[in-house]
């Protein structure tokens, strides 16, 4: 008979349980003396002892993975084979070195096989399955031939689809599945994985990107944390794929009286407006998980037609109401893309956004200049060894017809001289005095041989000594 502790247990007697429990997996296996219901109290206990891997090692050994594997893809009742798909799953992601156990017995084919069917019995094999694999693309193997032999795109495109078919049908009061977020969650991560690891079979994932689409629509953006499931997810599997071609254009890009063309884009567009204006996220999270949107706005605005191009651009670069003040100080989503791209606490995210304004320019150096000002083009032009327009002193600009601060971006006429009373003889001295101890103070650095102009000036007769440690200015007439 099992020995049956509490989960949280350690020590001998937990051991002297997982041992008998995979004892009697096994057996389950070699002979038919244990039924269907021992089986499956068994895998359940199994389940809980695993969660911790301190004092269950029989479950993590290579025989004790092929038992669980066996059950998992081979058992005739679904119950069974889901319990040791739990188990197997969770031991793979506690586990690294588990995931190759797994691959070379062959049975990421057979997982992807079973992913193909005409779809899992229920959500929990949807994720299972979907999980076992995402896990064994972090071992070595070979995934361009899993991926064509077993049809994995399909079989991907497939359950996505019927995650679409689902939601169609629930009323908007009806609560979902518990378990069918996180089995789209997952789905949606095995395909980045695999068409970011396998580039080269990218192209057979293409029938997933209406499905995609339409999942953007099946649920209202959380304006706290937009970025949340499902959004990331289906922004993320979106980023490998050809949104060039032309099957999923009419998805991307509609041409109908209830569907405009620059649908999609707007919805990725509020995706982004909502993730800068909340607080809940730091530049911390910013910099992980935007990256990503701004890199789906970029191919969609590469495979857009000119009036999708065109919407793109209005909405996230910098208008005229922008330039009544300097370039990145204002409230739209334009000055916000610019405050972000200059900031040091997010580089990379600065990087993406740099790109993505200069593709909105049409990569071309003047048209950058002129559309976020010198002072925001000149890092990424300068790190890129683009060459500085000639005319970048000028206050012409393509985008108005109004003269513009080339630095700033800001109209001429709106720049305003601070309302200051001239400086006293006295601030001067201040002044004066600050001046030379900041240059001596660089001089000792040594990083740059400075002239301090203060000492300069003196030595020319411009100034005089008053004391030790004052200066003033002599009239010069």
């Not at 997982?18 to 004892?23: A, C, G, I, R, S």
């Not at 405009?260 to 607080?279: N, W």
Request: aromatic share 6%; glycine share 4%.
């Amino acid at each position: 008979m099992t020995t049956v502790i509490a989960a949280g247990a350690s020590g001998p007697a937990k051991l002297r349980a997982v041992t008998q429990l995979m004892e009697k997996v096994q057996s389950g296996l070699e002979n038919q003396t244990v039924s269907q219901t021992e089986l499956e109290a068994s895998l359940e206990q199994l389940k809980l002892y695993g969660r911790d891997p301190k004092d269950a090692d029989p479950i993590f050994t290579q025989d004790g993975i092929k038992s669980l594997a066996r059950l998992a893809f081979e058992s005739r009742s679904r119950t069974v084979a889901r319990g040791a798909l739990r188990v197997l799953a969770n031991s793979m992601l506690l586990k690294p070195n588990t995931r190759q156990i797994v691959v070379d017995l062959a049975f990421p084919g057979i997982a992807c096989k079973q992913l193909c069917e005409e779809g899992p019995k229920d959500w929990d094999d949807s994720f299972l399955l979907a999980r076992v694999l995402l896990l064994v693309t972090y071992a070595q193997l070979d995934l361009s031939t899993v991926i064509e032999e077993n049809d994995m795109a399909g079989a991907i495109a497939a359950n996505l689809n019927r995650h679409v078919e689902v939601m169609d049908k629930r009323e908007s009061s009806e609560p979902a599945h518990p378990m069918q977020d996180m089995a789209l969650n997952e789905t949606l991560r095995l395909l980045f994985n695999v068409t970011h690891l396998s580039p080269t079979q990218a192209s057979l994932f293409t029938s997933s990107v209406p499905h995609i689409v339409s999942l953007l629509w099946k649920q209202e953006i959380p304006s706290n944390r937009p970025l949340d499931p499902p959004f990331s997810p289906l922004i993320n599997a979106l980023l490998n794929l050809d949104l060039r071609a032309e099957q999923v254009r009419p998805s991307l890009f509609p041409d109908s009286p209830n569907k405009a063309p620059a649908r999609v884009a707007e919805r990725l567009i509020r995706l982004l407006e909502l993730s800068l204006e909340t607080k809940e996220y730091t530049e911390t999270y910013l910099e992980q998980n935007l990256p990503p949107l701004i890199g789906v706005l970029q191919a969609l605005h590469s495979a857009a037609n000119d009036e999708v191009k065109k919407h793109l651009r209005t909405r996230l670069l910098p208008q005229e109401e922008d330039r009544k003040e300097v370039l990145g100080r204002g409230a739209s989503l334009g000055s916000k893309l610019l405050r972000n791209s200059n900031s040091p606490m997010t580089p990379q995210l600065g990087e993406v956004i740099s790109n993505l304004l200069f593709e909105f320019s049409d990569k071309d150096a003047t048209k950058f200049v002129d559309n976020v000002g010198f002072g925001y083009a000149s890092g990424f032009l300068a790190k890129h060894n683009i060459a500085t327009p000639e005319n970048v002193a000028s206050t012409s600009n393509s985008t108005t017809s109004r003269p513009v601060n080339p630095v700033t971006g800001q109209f001429l006429d709106e720049e305003s001289t601070p309302d200051m009373p001239p400086m006293t003889e006295e601030e001067k001295l201040r002044e004066a005095e600050r001046l030379f101890v900041l240059f001596e103070r660089l001089k000792q650095t040594g990083i740059m041989d400075v002239q301090n102009p203060v000492e300069q000036a003196m030595r020319s007769g411009r100034f005089h000594e008053l004391g030790e440690d004052r200066v003033t200015e002599v009239d010069s007439d």
